[in-house]
Nanobody
Framework: QVQLMESGGDSVQPGGSLTISCAVS????????MGWFRQAPGEGREAVAV???????????YYSSFAAGRFAISQDNDQNTLYLQLNNVRPDDAGVYYC?????????????????????WGQGTQVTVSS
């Protein structure tokens, strides 16, 4: 049974840092394009970052424009867990962060997949930005 379970959401001050996690069962994270999406109140779900296997066997990362240089996506293949480190957090980073998985063809070449291409979602973890 496929299951994605996020954790680590919390309240963080502007300029602060936070790491959220996604424990995965039912498939190996190394075999899929894994990513993080977020959704602010009243807004649609937007891609934050993806991590995917390339044909050479290495992993590549791709970030949205708002995440590049501030956030870092990583995974632990032994623990089958995906992470997102949020640094220099801004008020507009607040929202529910979702772990997502899809076929790597949706990400190869450095693309952020649309939400419609995601085949597995976590339940989300809340990130609040408040001073």
């Amino acid at each position: 049974q496929v299951q994605l379970m996020e954790s680590g959401g919390d309240s963080v001050q502007p300029g602060g840092s936070l790491t959220i996690s996604c424990a995965v069962s039912g498939f190996a994270v190394r075999d899929r394009c894994m990513g993080w999406f977020r959704q602010a109140p009243g807004e649609g779900r937007e891609a934050v970052a993806v991590l995917y296997p390339t044909y050479s066997g290495r992993q590549s990362r791709y970030y949205s424009s708002f995440a590049a240089g501030r956030f870092a996506i990583s995974q632990d293949n032994d623990q089958n867990t995906l992470y997102l480190q949020l640094n220099n957090v801004r008020p507009d980073d607040a929202g529910v962060y979702y772990c997502a998985a899809t076929h790597s063809r949706h990400c190869v070449g450095g693309y952020l997949p649309p939400a419609s291409s995601i085949d597995s979602w976590g339940q989300g973890t809340q990130v609040t930005v408040s001073s």
